[in-house]
């Protein structure tokens, strides 16, 4: 059984920085993609980042071209998401995601790829 737990969500003003952490606990850690999915309200969960922990490859959502990095540290288990140039219409509950297969890149912003899912984390950008 695998459980995601998500933190380092909070308010931030425009311009600014977070860093948001998520635990994996359960087996076999690197073998599964981590993906970041973020839900704004009244919007559907949309992909933000993914990447694969075998090779450490990155997939990127194009509503975050360069402000966004996720990194997956398997020592540690955790994955990151750094976030920069944070803007109001990040403003959304942040999720993490574990899928255990994939067929491509493109399969890795889809919500179905993933089977696991943390409870989320607030992330609040001021104007």
């Known amino acids: 059984q695998v459980q995601l737990v998500e933190s380092g969500g909070g308010v931030v003003q425009a311009g600014g920085s977070l860093r948001l952490s998520c635990a994996f606990s359960g087996r076999t850690f690197s073998s599964y993609a981590m993906g970041w999915f973020r839900q704004a309200p009244g919007k559907e969960r949309e992909f933000v980042a993914a990447?694969?922990?075998?090779?450490?490859?990155?997939y990127y959502s194009d509503s975050v071209p360069g402000r966004f990095t996720i990194s997956g540290d398997n020592a540690k288990r955790m994955v990151y998401l750094q976030m920069s140039g944070l803007k109001p219409e990040d403003t959304a509950v942040y999720y993490c995601?574990?899928?255990?297969?994939?067929?491509?890149?493109?399969?890795?912003?889809?919500?179905?790829?993933?089977?696991?899912w943390g409870q989320g984390t607030q992330v609040t950008v001021s104007s």
């Open positions: 990447v694969t922990l075998r090779d450490g490859t990155t």
């Open positions: 995601a574990a899928a255990l297969s994939w067929t491509s890149a493109r399969t890795m912003a889809r919500r179905t790829t993933y089977d696991y």
